[in-house]
């Protein structure tokens, strides 16, 4: 079961990273700052659902940590910049992709991660953090549009 654990980890963490060159660097880097910023709530998060015990995660490469590392770094930083460069922009477009997004996850995917003991939910149901999930969604779309008005500002600024 390690070893199984340890290959998820791994591939969680580095196959996302492959799809990079098909972002763009111009994308990447407009939205990185968003991908960071839900990384720390995410994070922040994972911390309280460790003390609260509302799920527990046992990564395979990073067994100390408590949250997945793994997952944060790969597979949500990298998918939170796709729906980014493929909806921001149309609102509408981006919370029904995140609901989609978000539902498989909730409940088909951690279901998988829990067969291979990878994560598990305890004190939350797969419903709560499916409404957790999209209302982090719609948070970090209001974050980016903060960050967007900003950049525009600046730049006709410096003009």
Request: aromatic share 20%; glycine share 4%; with cysteine.
């Amino acid at each position: 079961m390690i070893n199984k654990r340890k290959a998820l980890s791994f591939c969680t963490l580095f196959i996302p990273w492959l799809t990079i060159p098909l972002i763009g660097k111009n994308t990447f880097i407009r939205f990185m700052p968003v991908a960071t910023f839900v990384g720390y709530i995410f994070g922040f998060l994972s911390e309280t659902a460790d003390n609260k015990k509302w799920w527990k995660v046992k990564n395979g490469l990073f067994p100390n940590y408590r949250l997945d590392v793994s997952y944060l770094l790969g597979l949500y930083l990298i998918t939170t910049i796709w729906v980014f460069k493929l909806t921001f922009g149309n609102f509408f477009k981006y919370l029904t992709l995140n609901i989609i997004i978000d539902a498989i996850f909730s409940f088909s995917i951690v279901k998988f991660f829990t067969k291979v003991g990878v994560f598990e939910f305890r004190k939350m149901r797969p419903k709560h953090f499916y409404i957790l999930s999209v209302s982090m969604a719609i948070i970090i779309y209001w974050y980016q549009l903060i960050v967007e008005r900003v950049i525009s500002k600046e730049a006709k600024q410096n003009q």
